[in-house]
């Protein structure tokens, strides 16, 4: 279950950088926003026509019948064949005269061979050559009126020859035809979608100079959401949160410098969170909060160890025997050895906490100055440990030391990281809330002991010039506060 919610996080995690990318690209580029999404739709739209395509080649390939690849080869085959076609039909019109003629032609040979002296003499024989004679001029009359006759068939047939022709290869020509037309829609349509992501990917060079942007705001929204770990009451919808976004976006200070634009968004924002945040905090969670922002912002910069983190909220986790004897039990507690001890471990990859119960065992009255220092949080550590650690790894050694010094010592950190306004008290005020605030979205005031934000309530109302009147919620009151209300959004009062 733990790596299922590692995967889920981190995909939740991109998801909202990715819309908060969308959101912020909108408002300061929305050129390059609205390309994006029209590059968007004419992706789509090409490769729905791409299917189109695919559909009706498939349709024809699945109904013709041969090979439909050989285009252009089949056409000239069917062409040539059609040609082979009429020339065999208008030469078997004269067969049946060629056949007669032939016949003549054998007579008059059998007749010759048979006569004997004279052929002229022989009334049979010329008898036989003049009916042959007569037969072979009326034969070759008829042909040549068949040949007339075919010419002006030719010449007839040859008008509707196209038809013909159209008619024996349509089915191919109209498929070819179809291929043909597929292929150039789909190289036009090709053409366009790599210009359209050469676009895209110039838009998207753009859009990532503001991811550092996204990806900084969507650190804060996670620290905001920790906060229901300390009170379930500290919980605050995404809605809400991109809102504040929004209005960061606009309120920040302009530059034409990208780098300079980006930094003010992420400062600007960073505070504007801070304070909407706090105005629902309770004062002693406030330097929490921002100490969660420091914090979630070094960890993702690599500037904190997750280890060291770990160990400052908890002190580690005693695993039984210490390894090495208290060495100076008068002021060294056990839980305080303890924790040296454990600390010594962290992080080993780093080395940066190696040796350091030991060299507190080998110098105990260094130690011992720093343990009876006024303020241990702005005190020089002992040597080399003053220049080994960091802002932060100071504050996780003082845990072990000076618990009781760890709030000044965060308080520091915090002002050093994130800078002294988030560690200043933030002055009440009712008019920031109000702005904030909606027809459907109404104050509420949480009070705590000893606080009443009623004088101030009725001095802004009355800065604003509105009625105001206050119901004294008890037994049976319900309805008479449901009156005052009622009769509130009518005339336009605060109740």
Known sequence: MGSLDVVRGARWAQGLEDQLLGIVVAKERPDLEEEKNKLIITGAENKRKLKEIEDEILHVLSASKGNILEDEGAVNILQSSKLLSDEIGEKQMGAENKRKLKEIEDEILHVLSASKGNILEDEGAVNILQSSKLLSD????KQMVSDETEAKIDVARAGYKPVAHHSSILYFAGAVNILQSSKLLSDEIGEKQMISDETEAKIDVARAGY????HHSSILYFAVTDLASIDPMYQYSLRWF???FVRAIADSGQSDDLEVRLQ????HFTFFLYQNVCRSLFE??????????ASKLALDNRRMEP????FLLTGGVALGDLPNPNPDPDWISDKMWGEMCRLSDVAPDKGVWAGLAAHVAENPDDWKSLFDSPEPHRARMPHPWASKLDAFQRIVLLRTIRPDKLIPAVTMYVAECMGSRFV??????IEPSYNDSSATSPLIFVLSPGSDPMAALLKFADDKGIRVESVSLGQGQGPVAQRWISQGATEGFWV
Do not use: C, M, T, Y
Request: charge should be negative; charged fraction near 30%.
């Open 242 to 244: 991109v809102d504040l």
């Open 264 to 267: 003010l968004l992420n400062d």
């Open 211 to 214: 991811k550092p942007v996204a």
């Open 424 to 429: 200043e008290p933030l002055p009440f005020a």
């Open 284 to 293: 002693k969670d406030k330097l929490l909060f921002a100490f969660l922002l």
């Open 307 to 310: 280890q060291e983190l770990r």
């Open 138 to 141: 009326e034969i070759g009359e």
